[in-house]
């Protein structure tokens, strides 16, 4: 892991938020790839909507495709500032990522993976929001240069559009109808 730091400047912040920023993207490149893999499985019952899992482990693996991409730019915005690329640890992003791999032990329903996926993955897109809206606004006080602020708003953007993907996909007509069939299914309370 990342070089231990202390903290005792508005720069030391920025520089922390961006370690933790590389670590969330670095990691989630890899954990984006199991969690699609994970999602797409279709084994255990005949209640699965393929159409369902094919779109949500497609969503997946765009989204991994562009976080590799994120990675570049976090290193672009790192060389603005004339400081190499390195993490530090997020619990918060591990603690999201650890408790789809438990998930993933415990379902006994394919239907329901992509469900439980789909919040997953907008319980992570949220931090990630979060976690540019934190570093740009950082930024902006600290008159970073402009190479490294671009790089941010864009990656910012791109994870307002992937939370919306995930929303349209959650709220959409194929999770409702997993949904209806879950519950019709399900013995009540």
């Known amino acids: 892991m990342g070089v231990l730091m202390n903290i005792e400047t508005l720069h030391d912040l920025f520089l922390y938020e961006l370690r933790g920023a590389y670590y969330v993207e670095t990691e989630l490149a890899d954990a ?9 499985v279709d084994t255990l019952d005949e209640v699965a ?4 899992h094919e779109t949500v482990a497609e969503a997946f693996a765009s989204h991994r495709e562009e976080t590799e991409r994120q990675v570049e730019r976090l290193e672009r915005a790192f060389d603005a500032i004339d400081r190499q690329p390195e993490t530090r640890e997020m619990p918060s992003l591990d603690a999201l990522v650890d408790e789809t791999e438990r998930f993933n032990n415990v379902v006994l329903n394919d239907a329901i993976r992509p469900l439980f ?9 949220r931090l990630e929001l979060r976690m540019y809206d934190s570093l740009l606004r950082l ?5 970073a240069p402009e190479d490294a602020i671009d790089a941010l708003e864009t990656n910012r953007r791109e994870e307002e559009a992937a939370l919306t993907n995930l929303r349209e996909l959650s ?7 997993v949904l209806d069939e879950l519950a019709e299914r399900s013995s009540g309370f």
């Open 49 to 52: 909507d393929e159409e369902l």
């Open 171 to 177: 709220d959409g007509s194929e999770a409702d109808s």
């Open 139 to 143: 930024a902006r006080a600290l008159d």
């Open 32 to 40: 984006l790839e199991g969690i699609r893999d994970r999602v797409a």
């Open 117 to 125: 996926y789909l919040d997953a993955g907008t319980k992570i897109e």
